[in-house]
């Protein structure tokens, strides 16, 4: 089995910074690309940001020039630097894998997801 453990959330004032963490685990073989995605309160679940293993990365609109996310070395850990937080970004964000093959079936390829991380960026 896959999981994704999140951590980094928090409460921060606007113009302040956090960084989330994913890690991936289980018996992975590969991973075609991670990302962050995030729910406000009676809002749809909306892309934040996603990196391949090639390292090409896209990012909503909204967040551009403020977050950024990584990948080191395209391993299964990602990371999203969010820098000048604005009470808009307050979410749950979560943490997903996507192309996903495991050891045990390395031809298929699933999609995963965290259990989520509060963040909350007061005004």
């Known amino acids: 089995q896959v999981q994704l453990v999140e951590s980094g959330g928090g409460l921060v004032q606007a113009g302040g910074s956090l960084r989330l963490s994913c890690a991936a685990s289980?018996?992975?073989?590969?991973?075609?690309?991670m990302g962050w995605y995030r729910q406000a309160p009676g809002k749809q679940r909306e892309l934040v940001a996603a990196i391949t293993r090639g390292v090409i990365t896209n990012y909503a609109d909204s967040v551009k020039g403020r977050f950024t996310i990584s990948r080191p070395d395209a391993k299964n850990t990602v990371y999203l630097q969010m820098n000048s937080l604005k009470p808009e970004d307050t979410a749950v964000y979560y943490c997903?894998?996507?192309?996903?093959?495991?050891?045990?079936?390395?031809?298929?390829?699933?999609?995963?997801w965290g259990q989520g991380t509060q963040v909350t960026v007061s005004s």
């Open positions: 289980g018996s992975i073989f590969s991973i075609n690309a």
């Open positions: 997903n894998a996507d192309g996903v093959a495991t050891t045990q079936d390395v031809l298929r390829r699933r999609n995963y």
